[in-house]
């Protein structure tokens, strides 16, 4: 009976382990519920729920790794609900609010947002395993992340809801916008990655401050807000790319195997240098 009851535990899960996979399942939701806002023309729900998806995907990595709850079932989890969320709602939303007008060709420009989205992921999913990825590879993102693609392909609808104009809903002008962003995600350029941002311990009261003061301007200018913080993040990328090439640039001056000699014994290594001379950076999701 002991024996019996000991197995009947090893086989039950506790209840926080669960938490991550809740809340990916929530951001799937989020993203399925955005498509269903758009076919009502709940525009301003369907960028809602599009921006909570992209919120709760934030949160179930570090819950897990919190809870120390990370499994392979979800991360792939994660992977096919990233891909609904912010590949295959933010297109249609898009679609359905301009680019339906362009027939096919607007088709066209929905279908290769969501074709690059998925290729960001795939290569997320390859490289995570690779061994020579440098330290500072962890603070940028190569290329535009999905969640912050998707935020980015609704930047104009988030802009128009502010100022109430109807030149952000040109077709042409978001089709070119979709496919613009969607080079971003499967391109080489680096983007910052907030995740490992640290906070002097004398600028943290500061920091809440004004964390309470957006939130409150958040609540009752919501679009202005988020139209900001969109902007910020653009303008944000040439900064990073600079800094990108910077660290890239001490490692190479750095690393002795960097150089290749010109003798006959370094004959046939010239592969082997160049590859890990171009290490990739740090994929995302």
Partial sequence: MKLGRRNR??????????????????????????????????????????????????LDGRMARLLKGATKFGAELDSLSDFIAFGVAPALVIYMWSTEVLGGVGWIAGLAYSTCCALRLARFNT????????????????????????????????????????????????????????????SQISTYSFKRVRIRRELVLPLLVVVGIVAAVLSSYPWFVLSVLGVLYLSSVPFSYRAQQRFAAAQASADPQSEVEDEPENEGRDDEISDNASSDDKPTS
């Fill in 9 to 58: 535990r090893l086989r039950e899960l506790p209840v926080n382990s669960l938490i991550p996979n809740i809340l990916t399942v929530l951001a799937l939701c989020a993203g399925m519920s955005a498509i269903r806002f758009a076919m009502q023309e709940k525009w301003q729900l369907a960028v809602a729920a599009i921006i909570v998806a992209a919120v709760l995907d934030g």
């Fill in 127 to 186: 490289a995570l395993d690779d061994p020579d990825r440098p330290v500072w590879a962890s603070y940028f993102f190569s290329g535009m992340s999905a969640p912050a693609g998707a935020c980015m392909v609704l930047l104009p609808m988030a802009i128009s809801f502010q100022i109430e104009s109807g030149f952000l809903r040109q077709p042409v002008l978001m089709a070119a916008w979709l496919l613009l962003v969607a080079f971003m995600m499967i």
